[in-house]
């Protein structure tokens, strides 16, 4: 994928599978790979490709995270996400996320993840929240949590 990556400098869209991460070589940098992207479909699992992505003016993400254990270790792993995202932040405006995999958190996890993705993308207009979750969330706890930033 790589060399075809360097001969491509005009991609502004681009979309992978988790199968396809860059690998750096010593004297190839890939830091001038992909400077027109605006829009792009990766992996949180492909983390070369995800932070070469993430280092670019975005103004859609769609962000798939595979992850099979719920709880702390997601959680850390998405907070790195976001942190990886922050040279995007400024122009990201749609943000669709995608978690792969079992899921079961009580509703105020889901309420601090929303909080986090309005903390580390605040110049959002559009969020999807992953397809695979199920969310019941009252909303009276959504109003208490002052999430109306997220969903403006």
């Known amino acids: 994928m790589l060399p075809f990556l ?4 005009q991609i502004q869209h681009l979309g992978t599978g988790m199968e396809y991460d860059l ?10 790979l992909l ?6 479909s ?9 932070k070469l992505v993430a280092s670019r003016p975005l103004q859609r ?11 702390d270790y997601w959680h850390s792993d998405f907070l790195n996400a976001l942190q990886i995202l922050a040279p995007a932040s400024a122009t990201l405006t749609h943000f669709y996320y995608v978690h792969w995999g079992p899921f079961d958190a009580d509703e105020a996890y889901h309420v601090d993840t929303l909080k986090n993705i309005a903390r580390g993308l605040p110049n959002l207009k559009f969020l999807r929240y ?3 979750i199920v969310l019941n969330v009252s909303i009276s706890f959504l109003i208490e949590a002052s999430l109306t ?3 403006e």
Not at 6 to 9: L, V, W
Not at 61 to 71: A, D, I, N, R, V
């Open 6 to 9: 360097r001969e491509q400098s």
């Open 23 to 32: 690998t750096e070589e010593p004297g190839n940098a890939i830091d001038n």
């Open 35 to 40: 400077p027109q992207v605006s829009v792009a």
């Open 42 to 50: 990766v992996w949180y699992e492909t983390p070369v490709l995800f």
């Open 61 to 71: 993400l769609k962000l798939f995270m595979s992850l099979t254990q719920p709880g």
């Open 130 to 132: 992953s397809d695979q």
């Open 149 to 151: 930033r997220v969903f």
